[in-house]
């Protein structure tokens, strides 16, 4: 059993930053790949980044340039800092991680219950 579990969402006000935390525990070892997903209202569910088990981040390209994706691989802990955020980076996040991947690829097998962020135009 694999546990992830999303802090830091809530409301913020257009140009404004959030610090995303997720920690991993159970079943599940340390240094793998973990990442971010996002569902915004009425939308479907979309990839927001993810970091490799080098340390090596991937953005999406709408996040690209305003988010940063880190981890702590004693404390199992992955981060996302988002900055100058708009309206358009609202929705639900979602901690996802990776047991089988490396570098690039990114297939989100586990996820958390997700954290809600809103930003206020």
């Known amino acids: 059993q694999v546990q992830l579990v999303e802090s830091g969402g809530g409301l913020v006000q257009s140009g404004g930053s959030l610090r995303l935390s997720c920690a991993a525990s159970?079943?599940?070892?340390?240094?793998?790949?973990m990442g971010w997903y996002r569902q915004p209202p009425g939308k479907k569910c979309e990839y927001v980044a993810h970091?490799?088990?080098?340390?090596?981040?991937y953005y999406s390209v709408s996040v690209k340039g305003r988010c940063t994706i880190s981890r702590d691989n004693i404390e199992n802990t992955v981060f996302l800092q988002m900055d100058n955020l708009g309206p358009e980076d609202s929705g639900v996040y979602y901690c996802t991680a990776d047991p089988q991947s490396a570098g690039i690829l990114y297939l989100a097998e586990h996820w958390g219950r997700g954290t809600q962020v809103t930003v206020s135009s």
């Open positions: 970091i490799s088990t080098d340390g090596s981040p």
């Open positions: 159970g079943s599940i070892r340390n240094n793998i790949a």
